[in-house]
């Protein structure tokens, strides 16, 4: 048995209230929701500046450390005694303490206790994303 629907009678089911009721409940939030923004950016307070802040995404370059045939060793091209290269490294942690990295890069023929006691300063100091280079790699 076939329905028959006329034209007139299938619009006029239609009920639209509850769709303008939506929209009408929808604009007025929006009215209000950015009425409360305006009012947070208007108040006047005296922000404290900042010279040398990073963005939080902000990713310390590598410290890479390099060790010589001698078992010298070499920061960003200069010598340095030990002590010397701890304090750099104690920086640099201090400045970066979760995201700072450190490169090793030692020479074939240099002694593995200057290469084990550089790592154990890492690990003292408290650097724990550090890695050392087995073969010529390109430097990032």
């Known amino acids: 048995m076939a329905v028959e ?3 007139y009678s299938a619009v ?4 639209l ?13 929006f009215l209000v929701a950015s009425n409360i923004a305006d009012q947070e ?3 006047k307070l005296d922000l404290p500046s900042v010279n040398e802040a990073l963005p939080a995404m902000f990713q310390p370059q590598e410290l890479v450390v390099n060790i010589d045939r001698e078992g010298q060793y070499f920061i960003d091209g ?3 005694p030990l002590e010397q290269v701890e304090q750099i490294l104690r920086r640099a942690q201090a ?5 700072q990295a450190v490169l090793v890069r030692a020479d074939r023929a240099t002694d593995w206790e ?6 154990n300063l890492l690990k003292q100091i ?10 010529e790699q390109e430097l990032p």
Do not use: C, M
């Open 5 to 7: 629907l006329k034209k």
């Open 12 to 15: 006029s089911a239609i009920n």
């Open 17 to 29: 209230t509850p769709l303008i009721d939506v929209v009408f409940q929808l604009l007025i939030f």
């Open 41 to 43: 950016q208007k108040l």
């Open 78 to 80: 200069k010598f340095y």
């Open 95 to 99: 400045n970066n303490p979760l995201t």
């Open 114 to 119: 200057r290469v084990a006691t550089l790592l």
């Open 126 to 135: 408290g650097i724990k994303e550090y890695s050392a280079v087995l073969e």
